[in-house]
C-alpha cells in the first residue's frame, strides 16, 4: 500500500476536490432557479404588507400548481403569480408578479391561467412561461386580444366581449366566409352584389375605378380616405392590386354583363312632362330624399367649414358619388323594386308615386355625382373579346366570384385557405418572407389583412383599409378560431351561439318581407340592433298609434340622426303590421287587462302630475310639450302611444322588460305607479289618435 | 496507533458469525488464500487473479476499456434515476423532458449527465477498439474477446440510437425516420425489420414504446452479460495485450 507515489497521490486529491466542486454546481444552480426566488421575492413583499400575516398563512415553499385533469390543465403560474387570489393585493401599486386578478367570471382555480392567457403553464421560468423559446411556440396573448380566449368557447355574443362581437361581425361584414372557411361564420345568402346584370347599371370606366380603388371619395389633399379609416366605416369591397391590363379586362368583362334589355320602369310620361322644366324639382327631390329618411342606411359625405364626413347609416352602401355611377333607367328600376335586379337585397320596396320617384332619381343624378370621378381613368373603347374573354379568367383566377354571383359561373370552392384553426398556428407554420413586421402571430395577422404582398408577394388576398380599432377587432375574432378546443378538453364546455330566426308567412310576412323590417329592428332575438327591439312592441304600442306610425314615423328621439325611414305604406299594409304586432308581440310580463280606465282617475292623474314634476324629476330626461329633457324618449303624445298596462309594468321594472335600459327602477309604491299611469295617460295630443304631421301619407 | 486499531477492528470482525457466514475464509495472507479470496466472489471472480505491474501503467491501456465500464455504470445509475419521471407515451414524453428542467431537483443536471457520459462512452469505446486494434489484440489467442468486444460496440451504438427517440422532439423524431429509414434499404429484410423496430409503419407511440424498452431493458441487459464474457475472457486469454517494448523495459 505504501508504494504509492506521493505524485499520484496529491493529483488523486485534487481531482477529487475538483470533481466535488463540479457537483456541487447542480444544487447551487438548483437553488437559484427563477421561481424560488421569486417565492423569496413574494416572502419579503409579504412582510412589508400590512396584512403579512394572512398572506403568509396561505403561502407555503414548494411548486403551487393548478391541476385539472379532465381540460388537461397543469398550470404553475401562481407559483410566482403567488398573490393572484389576494384580495388585498389588487392594487395597480402592487407590484407584478403578486398582482391580484382582476374580478373575472371564471375562477382561476377552476380553469387555470393558460386556457385564457395561453403561455406555457408549465414552466417555472419567466420566459418560458411568457414567450415564445426554442422550445414553445404559443406565447402570451396580449390583454388588448383577450377576448379572442372568450371566443374559442362561447360562440354567441357576451356582454363582456365587445372586441370579439365587433370582430366576428366584421367576418360578416366583410365577406371572409366568401374565401375561407371559418368556425361559426356561415356563408350568407348574399356576400357582395349580384354581378348577372352589372352591365346594365354602370359604366366600364366605373368599374375600371372602382376595381383599382374602391374607396371613392377625395379628400382636400387628393387622397382617397373619406369612405374608410376616418369615420371608421370600411367599404366592403377590399382593394385588389390589378394591372392596367388586369383592370381593363375585368371592367370589359362586367360591362358586357346585361341580361337582355334593361328593365325599363316607364314613368307617366304626363308627370315628366309636368315636372321636367320646373326649376326646382332636383331641391324637391332632395326634400323627399331627406323626409324618407335615405340616409339611416345610406351616407352620404358632407362638407362642413372645409371638413368632409359621412353622415348616415352604415347598412347601405355610401351614396355620395352614386349619380355618376348608375345608369338612369337602373336607378328607376332600382328604386321601384330592388329585389327584381338583386333578389337577396336588404332594402325595403318603397311605395313610390310617379312624381316623388321622379323627383328624388332627378336629385341623385344630378347632385349626388362628382364630374372629376372618372378623370383619371384612361380613355376605354368599347369592350373588345379578347378582352371579355381576360376578364372572365381573371373573374375566377382573382377570386371575385367567391363574393360575387354571376349566373352561369361557379365559384371555386374553398378559394382561400382554411381559417378554422388560425389562432392555434404556431410560428413555424406561418410564412413571413422579408416583412419587416415582429414574428408574432398577431403581427402575421395583421400584416396579412393590411398588405398581404408583404408576407407573401404571391398572394391573391386582396388588402383592406381598415381603422385600427377594427383591426384589433377582427384579430381578436381570428385569434379565437383555435380550431375547435377538442385538443384540450374543452370540447364538451363550448356554448354554441343561439340560432334565433323570425320568419312569419302569410299577410303579415309578405309586408314583413317587402319592408325588411328585420333589417333594422329585433323581434325575438333575430334581426337587426339599429332599431328598437319590437318582440314586445303588442304591449307597448296601441294598435291605433302603430298605423299612424307606420304611416307617417315622426322620432320618438329627436336627437337622433338615423330614423325610421318613410315607406309609404298603403291603409292595409299598416293595418296588417299593426294588428300582427298588437296581437303577437306580447309581454308575458305585461297584462293589458289588468288596467282599466276606472283605475285612471282624474284624482290620481293630479297626483301622478306632481310626482312627475316634483319628486322624481322626470322632465330631467323627458320632454312633455316644449320642455324637458332629450335623454328618454318624448311623451307629449304618450297617452295615444302607449298601453297603460305597460306604462305601470315600466314604471315597476323597467330592466325585466327592456334589460339594459337606462331607465332607473325607482321601486316606486303601488299607488304611485297608477298615479303616474294615470297622469300619462292624459298625455295626448290632439285628443284621439290620428296622423299628426302634415304631409303624411300625401304620396298616394 | 491507528493501524492496529483498524487492524484489531477487523480481525474482530473477521471473528463474527455473519462475516464468516459471507466469506467463508481467513485473512488472505497468502497467495493461495488471495487467490481463493478472489475465485470465491461472484463480482471477483471475472478478474484476474494476478495482474502483472506494467499492465497497470497508463500508457499500457489508457485505461480505456475501464473508463467505459465507469461510463456504464454512470449510464445505469442516471439513467435509473431518469425512468423515475419518464412516461414512454405520447403526449407525456416531451413534458417529463421539460419538468426535468422545470420542476424536478437537478433534473437538468441529470439528463446532461446521462447525455454527456453517453457520447462520451461511444468515443471512449471506438478509441479503445482502435487502441486495441493497433496493440494487435485481436491476435490469437484474444480472437473471440476481439469478437465479444465488437458485439459490445454495436450495443453501445443501438443503446445511444434508441435513446435518441426518447426525448420525443423534432430532433429525435427526424433522425429516428432517417435511421429506420436505412435500414429499410436491407435488401428483402429491410421493411419488416423496420417495421418490428417501429411497432407500425410510422414513428409514433408504438416506436416509442419499443425503443423504450429496448433502450432501458433488452440493450443493458446484452451489454452486461457481454461485459461479464469480455472481463472474463481477459483473465482466460491470458491477460492483456501489451507491446513488447514496454514488457522489455517493465
Known amino acids: 500500500m505504501g508504494k ?20 456541487a454546481v447542480s444544487p447551487v444552480k438548483d437553488l437559484l432557479q427563477e421561481w424560488k426566488q421569486s417565492r423569496r421575492d413574494y416572502v419579503r413583499f409579504a412582510e412589508t404588507r400590512p396584512d403579512t400575516k394572512q398572506l403568509l398563512a396561505d403561502f407555503h ?8 385533469p379532465e381540460m388537461n390543465v397543469t398550470d404553475r403560474c401562481t407559483t410566482c403569480h403567488q398573490g393572484i387570489h389576494q384580495a388585498s393585493l389588487l392594487d395597480v401599486s402592487v407590484p407584478q408578479p403578486f398582482r391580484a386578478h382582476t374580478p373575472m367570471p371564471h375562477q382561476v382555480e377552476k380553469w387555470g391561467c393558460v386556457v385564457c392567457h395561453r403561455g406555457q403553464g408549465l414552466a417555472t421560468e419567466v420566459r418560458e412561461a411568457h414567450e415564445t423559446t426554442l422550445a414553445w411556440e404559443q406565447p402570451l396573448l396580449p390583454v388588448r386580444y383577450i377576448q379572442a380566449s372568450c371566443g374559442v368557447c362561447h360562440r354567441g355574443t357576451l356582454p363582456e366581449t365587445p372586441q370579439l362581437d365587433v370582430g366576428r361581425e366584421l367576418l360578416v361584414k366583410l365577406n371572409c366566409a366568401g374565401c375561407h372557411r371559418l368556425e361559426g361564420i356561415t356563408r350568407p345568402a348574399m356576400l357582395g352584389p349580384d354581378l348577372t346584370s352589372v352591365g346594365s347599371k354602370a359604366s366600364r370606366a366605373w368599374f375600371y375605378k372602382w376595381l383599382k380603388e374602391p374607396r371613392t371619395i377625395t379628400d382636400s389633399n387628393g387622397n382617397t380616405t373619406v369612405d374608410g379609416v376616418e369615420n371608421e366605416e370600411e367599404p366592403r369591397m377590399p382593394q385588389f392590386r390589378l394591372n392596367e391590363k388586369e383592370l381593363r379586362a375585368l371592367s370589359a368583362y362586367l360591362s358586357s354583363l346585361r341580361t337582355g334589355p334593361a328593365e325599363t320602369a316607364k314613368l307617366d310620361p304626363r308627370v315628366v312632362a309636368a315636372l321636367e322644366r320646373k326649376p326646382d324639382t332636383v ?15 345610406h351616407s352620404v359625405a358632407v362638407t362642413r367649414a372645409g371638413e368632409t364626413k359621412l353622415i348616415g347609416g352604415e347598412i347601405g352602401p355610401e351614396l355620395t358619388k352614386v349619380g355618376s355611377k348608375v345608369n338612369p333607367d337602373w336607378l328607376l328600376a332600382w328604386l321601384r323594386n330592388p329585389q327584381a335586379s338583386m333578389p337577396h337585397s336588404q332594402m325595403p320596396r318603397y311605395g313610390w308615386s310617379d312624381e316623388d320617384l321622379y323627383k328624388v332619381t332627378r336629385y341623385i343624378l344630378s347632385k349626388l355625382t362628382d364630374p372629376d370621378l372618372m378623370s383619371d381613368v384612361p380613355r ?24 360575387h354571383f354571376v349566373k352561369g359561373v361557379s365559384p371555386q370552392a374553398d378559394f382561400g385557405p382554411n381559417l378554422s384553426n388560425l389562432g392555434s398556428k404556431t410560428l413555424s407554420q406561418l410564412e413571413f418572407s422579408k416583412a419587416k413586421i415582429p414574428r408574432t402571430l398577431i403581427a402575421y395577422i395583421q400584416a396579412k389583412i393590411t398588405d398581404p404582398v408583404s408576407v407573401n408577394p404571391a398572394a391573391r388576398m386582396p388588402q383592406y383599409q381598415l381603422a385600427p380599432r377594427h383591426l384589433e377587432a377582427l384579430t381578436t375574432a381570428l385569434l379565437s378560431m383555435t380550431g375547435g378546443p377538442s385538443s384540450s378538453g374543452l370540447a364538451k364546455l363550448v356554448v354554441p351561439a343561439p340560432k334565433p330566426g323570425f320568419h312569419p308567412a302569410g299577410a303579415f310576412g309578405e309586408v314583413y318581407e317587402r319592408y325588411k323590417c328585420y333589417v333594422c329592428h329585433r323581434f325575438n332575438g333575430y334581426g337587426g340592433t339599429l332599431a328598437p327591439d319590437l318582440s314586445y312592441e303588442g304591449s307597448r304600442a296601441q294598435r291605433s298609434w302603430l298605423v299612424a306610425f307606420l304611416k307617417n314615423p315622426q322620432t320618438l328621439r329627436p ?21 300582427y304586432l298588437a296581437m303577437v308581440t306580447q309581454s308575458p310580463a305585461v297584462n293589458l287587462g289588468s288596467v282599466t280606465s276606472k283605475d285612471l282617475t282624474p284624482e290620481a292623474a293630479r297626483l301622478g302630475k306632481q310626482l312627475y314634476e316634483v319628486k322624481y324629476q322626470c322632465r330631467s330626461c323627458h320632454t312633455i310639450g316644449s320642455s324637458g329633457g332629450y335623454v328618454g324618449p318624448n311623451l307629449t303624445n304618450v297617452g295615444n302611444w302607449m298601453n297603460a298596462a305597460w306604462i305601470e309594468e315600466w314604471l315597476r321594472d323597467p330592466q325585466g322588460l327592456v334589460p339594459g335600459t337606462i331607465e332607473p327602477r325607482r321601486t316606486l309604491p303601488e299607488q304611485e305607479v297608477t298615479a303616474l299611469a294615470a297622469y300619462l295617460m292624459t ?3 290632439g285628443g284621439a289618435a290620428k296622423p299628426a304631421a302634415p304631409g303624411a301619407g300625401s304620396a298616394r | 496507533m491507528a493501524t492496529t486499531w483498524t487492524q484489531q477492528t477487523l ?15 481467513g485473512p488472505a495472507r497468502t497467495n493461495r488464500t488471495r487467490s481463493l479470496a478472489i475465485f470465491g466472489n461472484i463480482f471477483l471472480h471475472v478478474l484476474p487473479v494476478k495482474v502483472r505491474e506494467k499492465s497497470l501503467r497508463l500508457r499500457a491501456t489508457y485505461y480505456l476499456g475501464s473508463f467505459s465500464f465507469f461510463l456504464f455504470v454512470v449510464l445505469t445509475v442516471t439513467g435509473v434515476l431518469l425512468m423515475f419521471y419518464y412516461h414512454p407515451a405520447v403526449p407525456e414524453a416531451y413534458r417529463d423532458m421539460k419538468d426535468l428542467r422545470f420542476v424536478v431537483a437537478n433534473g437538468v443536471f441529470l439528463r446532461n449527465l446521462h447525455r454527456l457520459a453517453a457520447q462520451v462512452m461511444v468515443a471512449a469505446v471506438f478509441w479503445h477498439m482502435f487502441h486495441v486494434f493497433f496493440r494487435g489484440g485481436y491476435k490469437p489467442p484474444h480472437e473471440f474477446n476481439w469478437v465479444v468486444g465488437v458485439g459490445l460496440l454495436l450495443v453501445t451504438l443501438f443503446l445511444s440510437y434508441t435513446g435518441y427517440l426518447l426525448p420525443w422532439d423534432q430532433l429525435a423524431f427526424w433522425a429516428i425516420t432517417v435511421g429506420t429509414n436505412i435500414i429499410s434499404y436491407v435488401p428483402i429484410l429491410g421493411h419488416p425489420i423496420r417495421f418490428l423496430l417501429l411497432g407500425g409503419n410510422i414513428i409514433g407511440e408504438n416506436a416509442l414504446l419499443r425503443f423504450y424498452v429496448l433502450h432501458c431493458v433488452i440493450l443493458p441487459l446484452a451489454a452486461v452479460i457481454l461485459i461479464a464474457v469480455h472481463f472474463w475472457r481477459i483473465q482466460k486469454d491470458g491477460g492483456l495485450t501489451v507491446r513488447e517494448d514496454h514488457e522489455r523495459k517493465g
Open chain 1, 4 to 23: 504509492i507515489p506521493k505524485r499520484l497521490r496529491r493529483a488523486f486529491a485534487i481531482s477529487s476536490v475538483l470533481f466535488l466542486g463540479v457537483l
Open chain 1, 61 to 68: 415553499p414548494g411548486i403551487d400548481q393548478i391541476w385539472i
Open chain 1, 283 to 297: 331641391d324637391q327631390g332632395e326634400v323627399r330624399f331627406r323626409q324618407m329618411f335615405c340616409t339611416t342606411c
Open chain 1, 380 to 403: 376605354l373603347e368599347g369592350p373588345a373579346q379578347e378582352e371579355i374573354q381576360l376578364g372572365q379568367r381573371l373573374f375566377l383566377e382573382k377570386g371575385c366570384a367567391s363574393c
Open chain 1, 559 to 579: 336627437t337622433l340622426t338615423l330614423r325610421m325611414p318613410q315607406f309609404n305604406m298603403t291603409d292595409a299594409e299598416a293595418a296588417t303590421l299593426a294588428d
Open chain 1, 683 to 685: 298625455l295626448r295630443q
Open chain 2, 11 to 25: 480481525n474482530h470482525l473477521r471473528r463474527t458469525r455473519a462475516w464468516k457466514s459471507i466469506f467463508r475464509r
